[in-house]
């Protein structure tokens, strides 16, 4: 049985690219909501996060 605390440990640490610990589809799924999340930020006009 794989533990999801690891995964999310590897999620944190190295982006969606962790969750290929629990299985493809779960990668594929922290993937998509990134972009979603992105997406929503350039519809709003907000400056990203990680720039001043």
Do not use: C, D, N, Q
């Not at 590897?10 to 998509?32: C, D, E, N, Q, T």
């Not at 909501?33 to 400056?47: E, G, N, R, T």
């Amino acid at each position: 049985m794989k533990e999801p605390k690891t995964a999310a440990v590897l999620g944190l640490l190295l982006g969606p690219l962790g969750y290929l610990y629990i299985g493809w589809r779960f990668m594929l799924a922290s993937i998509v909501s990134l972009l979603a999340f992105l997406a929503l930020i350039s519809m709003v006009s907000l400056p990203l996060p990680w720039t001043k």
